[in-house]
């Protein structure tokens, strides 16, 4: 069993943008390659009505305060409300997980997810809910192409590109940033010394998020608390990836598409109908090689949303906790045990 953390998380260095970080409980826990993740948990609040705790996971570039950033933009704490055990999940290489020798999406999808479901069903429970953002969708597919039998009943991605096709100014991008590659760590979370003044315009900030749908003050706060550095060996692959339209293994000796036929689970895909990075095309794809039961969202106005959605806004929008929070909620309820 993981090591308690001190639940009084300091304060010190709290200021006018930083987001404070008080789960019910906070464990870091080593994986079995040697590094570690954080997990943070929330009881359910009120009565307890489902069986399966809820495993929500980050993004590329992002760290725990994304799925968990204040009570009304916290997809964990909405989750705890509706009768859910949520862990708040951070990988390693950052924050309360602490630091890493430099690792790939490898090394995450295999040790990382392992070692968070394993923690978390060592509580009681026998299976896992689980809801990524982005590439924390993404490293479900990969944990499951190789561990089919993992205890997950059911899952949501949101803003996961299943692949990089139909995104050419990807490519364009990669090509320029090339230099960045060769490093161990790109230190993306100098992004935080801007955060005052909002997001810079250009096109990262156009991939990242659809700013018109977020408020100002929420886009400063997300701009201090959310970025985190990323690892050299993670880019690398994303840009492999990237370049060949492809979905595999560090080596390229593992094709992660290919196995998931047979993973027979449900899934909830959510897309934003203007994300430049996971474009509905792009989360689309997953369906062709999941084995489903598949249910496909895009958020978005002409599907009967009231707001178009990018990709962090899938989770920091204006309207995100009335419209996209219910959603998971409800397709994990339909899927979980009752207490």
Known sequence: MADLFSRA?????????????RPDELYRVPTDDG????????????????AEPVILCHGLGANRFHMDFDERYS??????????????MELRGRGLA????????????E??????????????AKEVLWVGHSKGGLMLYAHLARNPQAPVRAAVTMGSPFTFAVQPGLRVF????????????????????????????????RYMMLEENMDSEVVRRALANVPADLSGGVVRQFARWIDTHAFTSYDGSF??????????????????????????????????????????VIAGRAHGFAEDYGHADLVLGRRAPDEIFPLVETFLSAHASRV
């Open 9 to 21: 998380v300091s304060r010190g260095g709290e200021g006018l943008l930083t987001l404070p970080f």
């Open 35 to 50: 590094a570690g993740i954080a997990l943070g948990r929330y009881h359910a609040r009120g009565e307890r009505r489902y």
């Open 75 to 88: 997809l964990a704490r909405y989750l705890a409300r509706s009768g859910f055990e949520t862990w708040v």
């Open 98 to 109: 602490g630091p890493a020798a430099e690792f790939n999406f490898d090394d995450q999808a």
């Open 111 to 124: 040790h990382d997810v392992r070692t968070a479901i394993r923690t978390v069903v060592s509580t009681g």
């Open 174 to 205: 990669i090509r320029r940033i090339e230099p960045l590659l060769r490093l161990a760590s790109i230190p993306t979370r100098r992004i935080t010394n801007i955060a005052f003044f909002g997001a810079p315009p250009g096109p990262l900030t």
């Open 255 to 296: 094709d992660y598409r290919v196995p998931l036929a047979e993973v027979r689970r449900p899934f909830l895909l959510l897309g934003g109908s203007r994300d430049l990075l996971a474009p509905p095309l792009a989360v689309a794809r997953a369906k062709e090689h999941l084995g489903g039961p598949v249910k496909l």
